[in-house]
């Protein structure tokens, strides 16, 4: 504990740039903490058995339709509960941030597939007998002060009407809610696949993906081979996945987002190792007269050298575990707000360990050369200097 001290006085001898160097770790490693979980959340693999629910895409692109027929099929599939469908919809809603996703979705069917979706019996009835009816999340209606009987106007920018115009207006006939802590992109603005079909311009008879109940959860994957098996070959083969696997398959398309992720911290530790390289080289410069008076009080070359090395270790550590808390902390309300975009997000406590280990790493790499040049001082020569 002793030497503890040592160090931590020699690390704050110039306070204002330890601070500095210190702060710039700390934003490094809060970087590192929600990136590398952004990374995760991209790139890890998704296990689809003991799931209840799948989900059936294009195999190539999630762009490709695929022909609502498809649902018969499926259904035919031993262990198929039932099977839903919808498509993206796109559109805006009076201004371009206003994001949020709309299906078209045939009612009933949907809150089957979902029956975690709570929605009044009567506003479903009214959903499913009003042509161009449409439901959203209690939460949703809120935010925007929609209100039961409100038209709803929202903006083609994938589907204009058969006349040409892209406004459609929907009548918002109930509201239904998500179960909080929903992890997957479903909470959406919802109306009738039926109207949806007949006004669209084009793209009648086909769904951007169909959703699977299955009877038996332990069968999950098994079902999922045979369904994709049964459109082996066929102009439309299909990929099956969970809810999960294909939400962040939706937000892949933007690009590699691992390696984006993996370049973006890549560039950032560059950077703090040469800042904090610099921090501790200056230090060093400015103590090398002390460096020689520890060694003539009986300091050995060894214990000089672990003594430098250790406030490089400190500041690192220190820092990184700092950056990382802060990570650990915001995690719940950044997975909150980028729920329907990334879901899953969360930062796991391997993050966290394998972060503090190369805070440890980067604290000796900059500490190196200094405490190896420490261990060679002479006595003499640094005295000299003074």
Not at 20 to 32: D, G, H, N, R, Y
Not at 161 to 166: A, E, P
Not at 338 to 356: H, M, N, R, T
Request: charged share 20%; glycine share 8%; net charge neutral.
């Amino acid at each position: 504990m002793r030497f503890l001290s040592l160090i931590w006085a020699g690390l704050f001898r110039r306070k204002t740039r330890t601070v500095l160097t210190l702060f710039s770790i700390i934003v490094a490693f809060l970087l590192f903490g929600l990136l590398r979980s952004i990374a995760d959340a991209f790139t890890v693999g998704v296990d689809v058995a003991g799931v209840d629910r799948l989900i059936v895409q294009p195999k190539y692109s999630i762009i490709d339709p695929l022909p609502i027929s498809h649902a018969s099929q499926i259904a035919q599939v031993a262990g198929v509960a039932m099977v839903a469908h919808a498509n993206w919809f796109g559109g805006i809603y009076q201004e371009r941030k206003n994001f949020f996703p709309k299906y078209p979705v045939t009612p009933r069917d949907w809150f089957t597939a979902y029956p975690e979706f709570r929605i009044d019996p009567a506003q479903l009835d009214a959903f499913e007998k009003t042509r161009t009816g449409a439901v959203a999340p209690a939460e949703l209606a809120t935010k925007y002060g929609w209100h039961v009987g409100d038209k709803i106007p929202v903006e083609a920018d994938i589907y204009p009407k058969k006349d040409g115009t892209r406004l459609w207006e929907f009548d918002l006939v109930g509201t239904y809610d998500v179960p909080s802590g929903d992890s997957t992109r479903n909470g959406a603005f919802l109306f009738n696949y039926a109207y949806f079909d007949e006004a669209s311009q084009f793209g009648q008879g086909t769904v951007s993906w169909f959703v699977v109940r299955v009877a038996d959860q332990s069968k999950a994957a098994e079902i999922a081979r045979s369904i994709d098996k049964q459109f082996e070959n066929s102009p439309n083969e299909t990929r099956t996945a969970t809810e999960a696997e294909f939400a962040r398959q939706f937000a892949n398309q933007i690009g590699n987002m691992g390696l984006m992720m993996g370049g973006i911290l890549g560039a950032v530790f560059f950077t703090i190792i040469l800042l904090t390289g610099n921090t501790m080289a200056q230090t060093f410069r400015e103590r090398v007269p002390e460096l020689a008076v520890l060694k003539t009080l009986g300091f050995s070359d060894a214990l000089v050298s672990l003594l430098v090395l250790g406030e490089a270790v400190l500041l690192c550590a220190f820092g990184g575990a700092i950056g990382l808390g802060i990570a650990a902390l915001l995690a719940p309300g950044v997975a909150h707000g980028i729920k329907d975009i990334l879901p899953g997000f969360e930062v796991v406590w391997q993050s966290l360990v394998f972060g503090l280990a190369i805070a440890v790493l980067l604290g000796i790499v900059v500490g190196a050369v200094p405490a190896l040049t420490a261990r060679r001082l002479r006595i003499v020569d640094a005295l000299r200097e003074r």
